[in-house]
């Protein structure tokens, strides 16, 4: 089986698929001496899970005894979590499925490249929990420089994407003003819910008013 998994997010991993697909074809029929195998893509999915249709998909035919090696491009490429990596090896050892990274240069069929395959797994667990890191370390600073990080614009308000700034939507405003008014009067979620459906007021999105959206 050839798994790989490239993230439509970043160019460079896109653009790279053709030239991993065609490595790991050369890697089967050269150091595998095959030309029997299957090739499993998963486009535009994160390695930090294993939720990926494609992985799944090489699972189920794995657990059938459809193959005897598993060959990925980097060990990061299927997966980033180590304990859902540990999971899926334990299984491949138990099926008898020997694991192969082309581009680490080792197969867990010796010794030594088990042992190279758990080290280099926490590193590439600890890079991607260090990005998690780095991403949370930014918002945190926007928000406190009173940037946006993103999200759905709130209601009563226009955001300009390119010079990154709000503005008062004008009829919204109306609107929540009349929202803060009625609540200051009826006290009730409830009520004032009902009162502006029965006015013939909408949401952005064109729904009635609910408690929950007011």
Known sequence: AIYIRVSTTHQ???????MQRQDLIAYAKLMLNT???VIFEDAGYSGKNTDRPKFQEMMSQIRQGAFSHLLVWKIDRI??????FATMYKELKDLGVVFVSKNEQ?????????????IILVFAELERNMTSERVTATMISRASNGQWNGGRVPYGYNYDYETKDFSINPI??????LIHDKYEEMRSLVRESRYLNEKGLRTRAGNLWNPVSL
């Open 79 to 84: 997966s980033r979590n180590l304990l859902d």
């Open 12 to 18: 460079i991993d896109k653009d790279s698929l053709p």
């Open 35 to 37: 030309d029997d195998y």
């Open 172 to 177: 919204e405003a109306e609107i929540v003003r």
């Open 106 to 118: 080792f197969d867990t069929s010796t010794a030594m490249g088990e042992a190279m395959l758990k």
